[in-house]
Protein backbone atom coordinates (compact mmCIF):
# COMPACT_ATOMS: atom_id res chain seq x y z
CA UNK A 1 0.00 0.00 0.00
CA UNK A 2 1.01 3.52 -0.87
CA UNK A 3 1.28 6.09 1.23
CA UNK A 4 -1.53 8.00 -0.01
CA UNK A 5 -3.64 5.30 -0.62
CA UNK A 6 -7.31 6.33 0.01
CA UNK A 7 -6.70 10.09 0.48
CA UNK A 8 -8.59 12.11 -1.50
CA UNK A 9 -6.72 16.00 -2.57
CA UNK A 10 -8.50 18.39 -3.77
CA UNK A 11 -5.48 21.29 -5.93
CA UNK A 12 -6.74 24.27 -6.66
CA UNK A 13 -4.10 25.73 -8.99
CA UNK A 14 -4.19 29.74 -9.71
CA UNK A 15 -3.00 31.64 -12.42
CA UNK A 16 0.80 31.73 -11.95
CA UNK A 17 3.53 30.25 -14.05
CA UNK A 18 4.45 27.64 -11.81
CA UNK A 19 1.10 26.42 -12.55
CA UNK A 20 3.58 23.45 -14.85
CA UNK A 21 5.31 22.43 -11.84
CA UNK A 22 2.16 21.30 -10.57
CA UNK A 23 1.57 18.60 -13.00
CA UNK A 24 4.52 16.95 -11.26
CA UNK A 25 3.35 17.38 -7.94
CA UNK A 26 -0.61 15.51 -8.95
CA UNK A 27 1.74 13.10 -10.74
CA UNK A 28 3.79 12.44 -7.72
CA UNK A 29 0.39 12.30 -5.87
CA UNK A 30 -1.00 10.03 -7.98
CA UNK A 31 2.17 8.11 -7.76
CA UNK A 32 1.92 7.74 -4.10
CA UNK A 33 -1.62 6.53 -4.27
CA UNK A 34 -3.98 9.46 -3.95
CA UNK A 35 -7.16 10.49 -5.54
CA UNK A 36 -6.60 13.34 -6.59
CA UNK A 37 -8.88 16.41 -8.30
CA UNK A 38 -8.03 19.63 -9.78
CA UNK A 39 -9.78 22.87 -9.70
CA UNK A 40 -7.89 25.72 -12.10
CA UNK A 41 -8.93 29.62 -12.22
CA UNK A 42 -9.53 30.68 -15.31
CA UNK A 43 -6.28 32.29 -15.07
CA UNK A 44 -4.47 29.04 -14.54
CA UNK A 45 -5.70 27.66 -17.58
CA UNK A 46 -3.62 30.09 -19.18
CA UNK A 47 -0.92 28.56 -18.20
CA UNK A 48 -1.67 24.83 -18.56
CA UNK A 49 -4.30 23.01 -20.37
CA UNK A 50 -6.74 21.48 -18.06
CA UNK A 51 -6.63 18.57 -20.43
CA UNK A 52 -3.21 17.88 -18.66
CA UNK A 53 -4.53 17.87 -15.32
CA UNK A 54 -7.68 15.59 -16.49
CA UNK A 55 -5.11 13.23 -17.91
CA UNK A 56 -3.03 12.35 -14.94
CA UNK A 57 -6.03 12.44 -12.57
CA UNK A 58 -8.43 10.55 -14.52
CA UNK A 59 -10.89 12.87 -13.21
CA UNK A 60 -12.41 15.67 -15.04
CA UNK A 61 -11.24 19.12 -14.53
CA UNK A 62 -13.07 21.91 -13.27
CA UNK A 63 -12.60 25.60 -14.09
CA UNK A 64 -16.25 27.13 -14.78
CA UNK A 65 -18.84 27.81 -11.79
CA UNK A 66 -21.54 27.68 -13.81
CA UNK A 67 -20.44 25.08 -16.78
CA UNK A 68 -23.06 22.20 -15.82
CA UNK A 69 -20.27 20.66 -15.52
CA UNK A 70 -19.82 16.92 -15.44
CA UNK A 71 -20.43 14.20 -12.75
CA UNK A 72 -22.42 16.45 -9.86
CA UNK A 73 -25.28 18.60 -9.39
CA UNK A 74 -23.70 21.32 -7.33
CA UNK A 75 -20.18 21.16 -8.03
CA UNK A 76 -18.62 23.42 -5.62
CA UNK A 77 -20.39 21.48 -2.67
CA UNK A 78 -19.22 18.22 -3.92
CA UNK A 79 -15.23 19.25 -4.34
CA UNK A 80 -15.51 20.60 -0.78
CA UNK A 81 -16.94 17.42 0.63
CA UNK A 82 -14.49 15.16 -1.19
CA UNK A 83 -11.13 16.73 0.26
CA UNK A 84 -9.57 15.18 2.91
CA UNK A 85 -6.97 17.95 1.98
CA UNK A 86 -7.56 21.18 -0.26
CA UNK A 87 -3.77 22.32 -2.19
CA UNK A 88 -3.61 25.57 -3.60
CA UNK A 89 -0.77 25.52 -5.67
CA UNK A 90 0.51 27.77 -7.13
CA UNK A 91 -1.09 30.20 -4.61
CA UNK A 92 -1.11 33.56 -6.44
CA UNK A 93 -1.20 37.33 -4.05
CA UNK A 94 -5.05 37.62 -5.19
CA UNK A 95 -5.81 34.05 -4.23
CA UNK A 96 -4.35 34.72 -0.89
CA UNK A 97 -6.50 37.88 -0.81
CA UNK A 98 -9.63 36.05 -1.47
CA UNK A 99 -9.16 33.02 0.48
CA UNK A 100 -8.13 35.47 3.47
CA UNK A 101 -11.33 37.95 3.31
CA UNK A 102 -13.87 35.12 2.01
CA UNK A 103 -14.46 36.33 -1.30
CA UNK A 104 -16.00 33.62 -3.53
CA UNK A 105 -16.09 35.08 -6.77
CA UNK A 106 -15.02 31.64 -9.05
CA UNK A 107 -15.07 27.69 -8.36
CA UNK A 108 -12.03 27.76 -6.66
CA UNK A 109 -12.71 30.35 -4.02
CA UNK A 110 -16.40 28.85 -3.35
CA UNK A 111 -15.00 25.86 -2.59
CA UNK A 112 -12.33 27.23 0.07
CA UNK A 113 -15.64 28.69 1.60
CA UNK A 114 -17.64 25.62 1.42
CA UNK A 115 -15.15 23.13 2.59
CA UNK A 116 -13.92 21.82 6.08
CA UNK A 117 -11.40 20.12 4.91
CA UNK A 118 -7.72 21.42 6.46
CA UNK A 119 -6.11 23.60 3.91
CA UNK A 120 -2.46 23.96 2.10
CA UNK A 121 -1.42 26.36 -0.11
CA UNK A 122 1.85 27.24 -1.37
CA UNK A 123 2.72 30.85 -3.01
CA UNK A 124 4.81 31.60 -6.01
CA UNK A 125 5.00 35.38 -6.90
CA UNK A 126 7.14 38.26 -7.93
CA UNK A 127 8.81 39.16 -4.41
CA UNK A 128 8.08 42.60 -4.57
CA UNK A 129 4.36 41.27 -4.33
CA UNK A 130 4.99 38.62 -2.00
CA UNK A 131 7.14 41.16 0.47
CA UNK A 132 3.68 44.09 -0.17
CA UNK A 133 2.44 44.15 3.69
CA UNK A 134 -1.50 43.77 1.82
CA UNK A 135 0.02 39.85 1.23
CA UNK A 136 2.04 39.65 4.42
CA UNK A 137 -1.34 40.12 6.41
CA UNK A 138 -3.18 37.90 3.90
CA UNK A 139 -0.59 34.96 5.08
CA UNK A 140 -0.82 35.88 8.43
CA UNK A 141 -4.79 35.87 7.99
CA UNK A 142 -4.89 32.21 6.67
CA UNK A 143 -2.27 31.19 8.85
CA UNK A 144 -4.19 32.08 12.00
CA UNK A 145 -6.92 29.98 10.71
CA UNK A 146 -5.11 26.65 10.77
CA UNK A 147 -4.09 26.86 6.89
CA UNK A 148 -0.55 25.18 6.15
CA UNK A 149 1.59 27.70 4.07
CA UNK A 150 3.86 25.93 2.38
CA UNK A 151 7.28 28.65 2.31
CA UNK A 152 7.83 30.39 -1.63
CA UNK A 153 11.77 29.84 -2.09
CA UNK A 154 14.47 32.18 -3.22
CA UNK A 155 15.88 32.12 -6.80
CA UNK A 156 15.40 32.96 -10.10
CA UNK A 157 12.06 33.89 -10.84
CA UNK A 158 9.83 33.73 -14.15
CA UNK A 159 10.12 37.88 -14.14
CA UNK A 160 13.88 38.03 -14.68
CA UNK A 161 14.72 38.93 -10.92
CA UNK A 162 15.82 36.96 -8.22
CA UNK A 163 14.67 36.92 -4.95
CA UNK A 164 11.33 35.28 -2.61
CA UNK A 165 8.79 33.49 -4.71
CA UNK A 166 9.67 30.11 -6.82
CA UNK A 167 7.22 27.48 -5.91
CA UNK A 168 8.48 25.62 -3.31
CA UNK A 169 9.63 22.35 -5.13
CA UNK A 170 7.41 19.63 -6.04
CA UNK A 171 8.89 16.76 -4.13
CA UNK A 172 8.47 19.05 -1.04
CA UNK A 173 5.22 19.99 -1.44
CA UNK A 174 4.45 16.32 -1.93
CA UNK A 175 6.42 15.48 1.21
CA UNK A 176 4.33 17.91 3.28
CA UNK A 177 1.23 16.38 2.10
CA UNK A 178 2.67 12.71 3.20
CA UNK A 179 3.64 14.65 6.51
CA UNK A 180 0.14 15.31 6.96
CA UNK A 181 -1.53 12.57 6.56
CA UNK A 182 1.14 10.65 8.68
CA UNK A 183 -0.30 9.06 12.26
CA UNK A 184 1.56 11.69 14.67
CA UNK A 185 2.47 8.93 16.81
CA UNK A 186 5.96 10.38 17.83
CA UNK A 187 4.50 14.24 18.53
CA UNK A 188 6.00 16.00 21.55
CA UNK A 189 8.91 13.76 21.22
CA UNK A 190 12.82 14.39 20.51
CA UNK A 191 14.56 12.42 18.28
CA UNK A 192 18.37 12.55 17.79
CA UNK A 193 19.57 10.63 14.64
CA UNK A 194 22.51 9.99 13.66
CA UNK A 195 24.12 9.15 9.76
CA UNK A 196 26.84 9.09 7.42
CA UNK A 197 30.08 7.87 8.01
CA UNK A 198 32.55 10.12 9.97
CA UNK A 199 35.77 11.87 8.06
CA UNK A 200 39.41 11.58 9.40
CA UNK A 201 41.98 13.46 8.13
CA UNK A 202 45.42 12.40 7.06
CA UNK A 203 46.73 15.76 6.15
CA UNK A 204 45.15 18.93 4.61
CA UNK A 205 43.95 17.12 1.43
CA UNK A 206 43.53 13.55 2.69
CA UNK A 207 41.25 11.65 4.68
CA UNK A 208 40.09 8.06 6.12
CA UNK A 209 36.39 7.35 5.61
CA UNK A 210 33.83 4.76 4.74
CA UNK A 211 30.96 3.80 2.31
CA UNK A 212 28.12 4.86 4.22
CA UNK A 213 25.99 6.78 1.88
CA UNK A 214 23.77 8.20 4.98
CA UNK A 215 20.28 6.66 3.43
CA UNK A 216 19.37 5.00 6.19
CA UNK A 217 19.50 7.57 8.84
CA UNK A 218 18.24 10.02 6.60
CA UNK A 219 15.59 8.12 6.33
CA UNK A 220 15.16 7.30 9.50
CA UNK A 221 14.81 11.14 10.36
CA UNK A 222 12.82 11.42 7.63
CA UNK A 223 10.20 8.95 8.81
CA UNK A 224 10.58 10.89 12.86
CA UNK A 225 9.75 14.12 11.36
CA UNK A 226 6.44 12.66 9.40
CA UNK A 227 5.33 11.11 12.70
CA UNK A 228 5.33 14.49 14.25
CA UNK A 229 8.81 14.13 16.33
CA UNK A 230 11.37 17.36 16.25
CA UNK A 231 14.00 15.68 14.76
CA UNK A 232 17.76 17.03 14.83
CA UNK A 233 20.14 15.10 12.46
CA UNK A 234 23.97 15.01 13.24
CA UNK A 235 25.69 13.71 10.15
CA UNK A 236 29.37 12.72 8.70
CA UNK A 237 29.82 12.42 5.51
CA UNK A 238 26.54 11.46 3.12
CA UNK A 239 25.22 11.76 -0.49
CA UNK A 240 21.45 11.72 0.95
CA UNK A 241 19.18 14.84 0.53
CA UNK A 242 18.75 16.43 3.91
CA UNK A 243 15.13 15.82 4.47
CA UNK A 244 13.03 19.25 5.18
CA UNK A 245 12.11 20.32 8.47
CA UNK A 246 14.93 18.78 10.76
CA UNK A 247 17.77 20.07 12.73
CA UNK A 248 20.49 19.07 10.45
CA UNK A 249 24.19 19.44 12.22
CA UNK A 250 27.13 19.15 9.85
CA UNK A 251 30.03 17.43 11.16
CA UNK A 252 33.51 15.26 10.15
CA UNK A 253 35.27 13.73 12.31
CA UNK A 254 34.15 11.11 15.10
CA UNK A 255 35.18 13.26 17.73
CA UNK A 256 32.55 16.11 16.32
CA UNK A 257 30.06 13.85 16.21
CA UNK A 258 30.63 13.09 19.96
CA UNK A 259 30.60 16.99 21.04
CA UNK A 260 27.42 17.35 18.84
CA UNK A 261 25.39 14.35 20.18
CA UNK A 262 26.58 14.91 23.79
CA UNK A 263 25.72 18.26 23.57
CA UNK A 264 21.83 17.49 22.61
CA UNK A 265 21.96 14.07 24.50
CA UNK A 266 19.94 15.39 27.84
CA UNK A 267 17.23 17.30 25.83
CA UNK A 268 15.92 14.11 23.56
CA UNK A 269 13.77 11.23 24.43
CA UNK A 270 15.49 8.74 21.78
CA UNK A 271 19.09 8.47 20.24
CA UNK A 272 18.74 6.36 16.74
CA UNK A 273 23.13 6.02 15.95
CA UNK A 274 22.64 4.97 12.50
CA UNK A 275 26.26 6.55 11.93
CA UNK A 276 29.05 4.69 10.34
CA UNK A 277 31.52 6.30 12.80
CA UNK A 278 35.60 5.29 12.42
CA UNK A 279 36.83 3.45 14.81
CA UNK A 280 40.28 5.03 14.55
CA UNK A 281 41.69 7.85 13.87
CA UNK A 282 44.73 9.28 12.36
CA UNK A 283 46.96 9.90 15.59
CA UNK A 284 49.26 12.83 14.48
CA UNK A 285 47.65 14.50 11.48
CA UNK A 286 50.42 16.21 9.29
CA UNK A 287 49.45 20.16 9.14
CA UNK A 288 50.98 20.29 5.55
CA UNK A 289 50.18 18.03 2.90
CA UNK A 290 52.85 14.66 2.76
CA UNK A 291 55.01 14.11 -0.01
CA UNK A 292 55.12 11.10 -1.85
CA UNK A 293 58.99 11.16 -1.16
CA UNK A 294 59.33 7.50 0.38
CA UNK A 295 58.49 4.28 -0.67
CA UNK A 296 56.42 3.47 2.14
CA UNK A 297 53.72 5.46 4.65
CA UNK A 298 52.70 4.38 8.04
CA UNK A 299 50.12 6.07 9.32
CA UNK A 300 49.72 5.24 13.31
CA UNK A 301 46.10 5.32 13.79
CA UNK A 302 45.11 5.63 17.76
CA UNK A 303 40.87 4.55 18.80
CA UNK A 304 38.30 6.62 18.58
CA UNK A 305 35.97 7.10 21.45
CA UNK A 306 32.64 4.45 21.37
CA UNK A 307 29.93 7.29 21.14
CA UNK A 308 27.24 4.97 21.31
CA UNK A 309 28.95 3.57 24.48
CA UNK A 310 29.15 6.46 26.54
CA UNK A 311 25.79 7.53 25.37
CA UNK A 312 24.75 3.89 27.24
CA UNK A 313 26.76 4.56 30.46
CA UNK A 314 25.45 8.21 30.68
CA UNK A 315 21.79 7.13 29.97
CA UNK A 316 18.86 8.01 32.11
CA UNK A 317 16.12 8.63 29.93
CA UNK A 318 16.72 8.14 26.77
CA UNK A 319 15.84 5.04 24.50
CA UNK A 320 18.94 4.46 23.09
CA UNK A 321 19.14 2.63 19.36
CA UNK A 322 22.16 0.92 18.03
CA UNK A 323 22.83 -0.70 14.73
CA UNK A 324 25.01 -3.41 14.00
CA UNK A 325 26.27 -4.14 10.64
CA UNK A 326 27.89 -7.53 10.22
CA UNK A 327 29.50 -9.99 7.96
CA UNK A 328 28.92 -13.15 10.05
CA UNK A 329 27.05 -14.50 13.41
CA UNK A 330 24.90 -10.85 13.15
CA UNK A 331 22.72 -11.85 15.63
CA UNK A 332 24.91 -13.39 18.23
CA UNK A 333 27.55 -10.08 17.73
CA UNK A 334 24.21 -7.87 18.12
CA UNK A 335 23.15 -9.52 21.05
CA UNK A 336 26.61 -9.24 22.84
CA UNK A 337 26.48 -5.08 21.52
CA UNK A 338 23.00 -4.34 23.15
CA UNK A 339 24.30 -5.55 26.43
CA UNK A 340 27.72 -3.66 26.11
CA UNK A 341 26.22 -0.74 25.08
CA UNK A 342 23.30 -0.71 27.07
CA UNK A 343 20.71 -0.11 23.98
CA UNK A 344 17.29 -1.21 24.21
CA UNK A 345 17.35 -2.02 20.97
CA UNK A 346 19.54 -2.84 17.60
CA UNK A 347 19.23 -2.90 14.51
CA UNK A 348 21.37 -5.72 12.73
CA UNK A 349 22.25 -6.28 9.23
CA UNK A 350 24.25 -8.60 7.31
CA UNK A 351 26.43 -6.47 4.58
CA UNK A 352 27.66 -8.99 2.51
CA UNK A 353 24.10 -9.82 1.43
CA UNK A 354 22.92 -8.57 -1.36
CA UNK A 355 20.57 -5.88 -1.41
CA UNK A 356 21.41 -4.81 2.42
CA UNK A 357 24.34 -2.12 3.80
CA UNK A 358 26.06 0.71 2.26
CA UNK A 359 24.74 2.30 -0.81
CA UNK A 360 21.75 0.48 -1.66
CA UNK A 361 18.33 1.31 -1.43
CA UNK A 362 16.94 -1.91 0.16
CA UNK A 363 18.28 -3.22 3.73
CA UNK A 364 17.75 -6.81 5.29
CA UNK A 365 17.84 -6.51 8.67
CA UNK A 366 16.69 -7.89 12.58
CA UNK A 367 15.76 -5.92 15.55
CA UNK A 368 16.65 -7.39 18.58
CA UNK A 369 15.30 -5.49 21.99
CA UNK A 370 16.89 -6.51 25.47
CA UNK A 371 15.42 -9.06 26.27
CA UNK A 372 17.19 -10.93 22.99
CA UNK A 373 13.86 -11.50 21.18
CA UNK A 374 14.38 -11.06 17.06
CA UNK A 375 12.17 -10.02 14.56
CA UNK A 376 13.43 -10.85 11.07
CA UNK A 377 12.76 -8.45 8.51
CA UNK A 378 12.57 -9.49 4.84
CA UNK A 379 14.31 -7.78 2.26
CA UNK A 380 12.70 -3.80 1.90
CA UNK A 381 13.37 -0.06 1.25
CA UNK A 382 15.38 1.78 3.66
CA UNK A 383 12.19 4.16 4.13
CA UNK A 384 10.19 1.37 4.73
CA UNK A 385 12.64 -0.07 7.64
CA UNK A 386 13.34 3.25 8.89
CA UNK A 387 9.38 3.23 9.42
CA UNK A 388 9.67 -0.19 11.13
CA UNK A 389 11.97 1.53 13.70
CA UNK A 390 9.80 4.40 13.96
CA UNK A 391 6.87 2.54 15.12
CA UNK A 392 9.07 0.55 17.47
CA UNK A 393 10.44 3.85 18.75
CA UNK A 394 7.18 5.62 19.28
CA UNK A 395 5.91 2.23 21.30
CA UNK A 396 8.71 2.54 23.73
CA UNK A 397 9.05 6.01 24.51
O1 LIG B 1 30.66 -1.79 17.89
P1 LIG B 1 30.14 -1.38 16.57
O2 LIG B 1 30.96 -0.33 15.90
O3 LIG B 1 29.83 -2.53 15.65
O4 LIG B 1 28.72 -0.75 16.95
C1 LIG B 1 27.93 -0.12 16.01
C2 LIG B 1 27.08 0.89 16.69
O5 LIG B 1 27.85 1.73 17.54
C3 LIG B 1 26.42 1.81 15.69
O6 LIG B 1 25.16 2.18 16.19
C4 LIG B 1 27.40 2.99 15.63
O7 LIG B 1 26.74 4.17 15.23
C5 LIG B 1 27.91 3.07 17.06
N1 LIG B 1 29.30 3.53 17.19
C6 LIG B 1 29.60 4.66 17.91
N2 LIG B 1 30.90 5.08 18.07
C7 LIG B 1 31.90 4.39 17.52
C8 LIG B 1 31.63 3.23 16.78
C9 LIG B 1 30.32 2.83 16.62
O8 LIG B 1 28.69 5.29 18.41
N3 LIG B 1 33.16 4.82 17.68
Do not use: W
Not at 68 to 81: D, Q
Not at 232 to 250: D, H, Q, R, W, Y
Not at 286 to 309: C, F, G, H, R
Not at 314 to 333: D, P, S
Amino acid sequence: MNELTGKNILIGVTGGIAAYKVVEVVSRLKKLGAEVRVVMTRAAAEFVAPRTFQEITKNPVSVEMFAGTVNFHVEHIALANFADVVLIAPATANFLAKAAHGIADDLLTTIVLATTAPMMVAPSMNTRMLEHPATQANLKILESRGVKIIDAEIGLLACGTSGKGRLSEPENICAEIVKFFAPKILSGKKILVTAGGTIEPIDPVRFICNRSSGKMGYEIARAAQLHGAEVILISGNATAEVPAGVKFVKVETALEMRAAVLEEYENVDAVIMSAAVSDYRVKNVAAQKIKKSNETLTLELVKNPDILKELGQRKNHQLLVGFAAETENVIEYARGKIAEKNLDFIVANDVSQEGAGFGVDTNIASLINRAGDVESLPKMTKAELAERIIRRVAESI
